[in-house]
């Protein structure tokens, strides 16, 4: 085959999976912006925006054919168009537990979309403690002469739930080590941080919103120092640092092995020896940021 010839079947493939996943970016865009106006609308309506950032990503060509391979569909885009649902993905991170639900009731009201698969990972989270709300709604594309529709698979988490996540998604795809040693630990973290958001959230409930609360009870859930002071967690923290900077010792100390038998539980990358795609390719990473913290929207490509 001449060069010619290879740069044309190149520019051919290319051009196939540009019109496949353009309809993929549209369905985003238009929840994305239907999101947004949410927000703004609960910052003037009650004074407080649920929505913290949006980020969105369509899947590489790449996750695309490993999800499919995995599934054991054949590796092509009509198999992707009939049974993936997650090629556009938008995640929500919301400031508090309340928060993604009133984001979430609020668009089950969207008329025009329909939300086709639910499944709620904080009422019960995962086994490694994974919490968010997950959907699946259903977006028209409007074309010239046709409307098509797509699936939006929408993640809704708070901060601290999108904190642990982000770690554990790294920990797991990205480790030069075998993690399944910190799975109690992980949970560990999970739960705590569930624990403080809630608490975080009681702040916001008193301080701002004037409700009567009894903190005495809610901070004894958490499992800080017994002394509970800066400077017990100073000590931690300086005695995890110095950890850290003993490089093997914290390895054997954690009873990590360095090999590379890394498991994923929802990975889209899920093959062990796939360290260096994962790097280059971070398939199921979330490549477009919509800060809407302030009254702009900030995006951190
Ligand atoms: P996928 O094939 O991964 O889409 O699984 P699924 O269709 O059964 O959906 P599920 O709701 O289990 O997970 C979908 C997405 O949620 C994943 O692609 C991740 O982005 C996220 N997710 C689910 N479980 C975990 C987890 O344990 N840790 C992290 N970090 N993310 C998770
Ligand atoms: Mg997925």
Redesign the pocket.
């Known amino acids: 085959m001449s060069i010619n010839n290879k740069a044309s079947d190149m520019v051919a493939v290319l051009k196939e999976y540009d019109n496949f996943i353009r309809p993929y970016h549209d369905a985003i865009n238009e929840v994305v912006l239907r999101l947004q106006a949410l927000n703004k609308d609960y910052k003037i309506k009650s004074n407080h925006n649920p929505i913290h950032q949006i980020q969105h990503r369509v899947k590489s060509l790449d996750s695309i054919v490993k999800?499919l391979d995995k599934r054991g569909y054949s590796t092509d885009l009509e198999c992707a168009k009939e049974y993936l649902?997650?090629i556009s993905?938008v995640r929500v991170i919301c400031y508090y537990n309340q928060d993604v639900y009133t984001v979430a009731k609020a668009l089950k009201k969207w008329k025009d979309m329909e939300v086709v698969r639910e499944?709620d990972?904080i009422q019960e989270p995962?086994r490694?403690g994974?919490r968010?709300l997950?959907m699946i709604i259903v977006v028209p594309v409007h074309y010239i002469d046709s409307t098509e529709y797509y699936p939006v698979?929408i993640?809704l988490r708070t901060m601290t739930m999108d904190c642990w996540?982000?770690i554990?998604?790294q920990l797991?795809y990205k480790s030069i080590a075998n993690t399944s040693g910190i799975t109690d630990e992980l949970k560990q973290h999970a739960d705590n941080l569930h624990m403080i958001g809630l608490q975080m959230e009681a702040l916001y409930e008193h301080y701002l919103k004037g409700k009567n609360i009894d903190f005495s009870r809610s901070t004894k859930k958490v499992q800080m120092p017994a002394e509970n002071d800066a400077d017990a967690i100073n000590r931690i923290a300086q005695q995890i640092r110095q950890d850290i900077e003993n490089d093997t010792t914290h390895l054997e100390a954690t009873g990590i092995k360095s090999n590379d038998n890394r498991h994923s539980?929802?990975?889209?990358s899920t093959s062990a020896d796939n360290k260096n795609e994962a790097l280059k390719n971070t398939s199921?990473d979330i490549i477009q940021n919509h800060d809407t913290s302030q009254t702009g929207v900030t995006n951190k490509l």
Do not use: V
Request: proline share 0%; hydrophobic share 5%.
């Open positions: 999800k649902t997650d993905g499944s990972y995962k490694n994974y968010s997950h698979e993640q996540a982000s554990e998604h797991h539980e929802d990975s889209e199921d």
